[in-house]
């Protein structure tokens, strides 16, 4: 078994570079940290990703299926706010949860950036919580 040390960077296919970082940048608030021509780094309080053009059809769930998404940490009041400010800047939050049980509970909103990738946004309030209901990490 490998012993990795931590995760450097995830990617997110789009179909469009400036239109996706518009909406990364713009919407959520995110760092640029470099642009190729194929390629937007971002960076959120220290962890990395990508934003990489892709050549094939991007549709990660049917409909507003969410189980294929990235989850970002908020506060509790930034939540509040952005349940305002998303719809206002015509951003449909298509669930919305209040999570008591499972590995990440808090109150979480999910929605679509550009592609149809889902994000989510949570105030956790515990978690990641394992399979005996102990804290991890």
Not at 35 to 57: A, P, Q, R, Y
Not at 67 to 78: C, G, K, Q, R
Not at 93 to 109: C, H, I, L, P
Request: proline share 4%; hydrophobic share 35%; glycine share 6%.
């Amino acid at each position: 078994m490998l012993k990795l040390q931590k995760m450097v960077h995830f990617t997110i296919p789009v179909k469009e570079l400036d239109r996706s970082e518009q909406f990364y940048c713009h919407v959520l608030g995110l760092e640029r940290v470099r642009k190729t021509g194929h390629m937007v780094f971002l960076n959120c309080n220290g962890t990395s990703f990508v934003l990489t053009l892709s050549e094939t059809e991007i549709n990660p769930n049917v409909g507003d299926k969410h189980e294929i998404h990235t989850a970002f940490l908020v506060s509790t009041s930034e939540y509040d706010r952005a349940m305002k400010w998303l719809p206002e800047n015509g951003i449909r939050v298509f669930k919305e949860e209040d999570r008591n049980t499972g590995t990440f509970q808090g109150r979480s909103a999910y929605f679509h950036d550009p592609d149809r990738n889902v994000v989510e946004i949570i105030d956790l309030v515990r978690g990641p919580v394992n399979e005996k209901n102990e804290l991890v990490g």
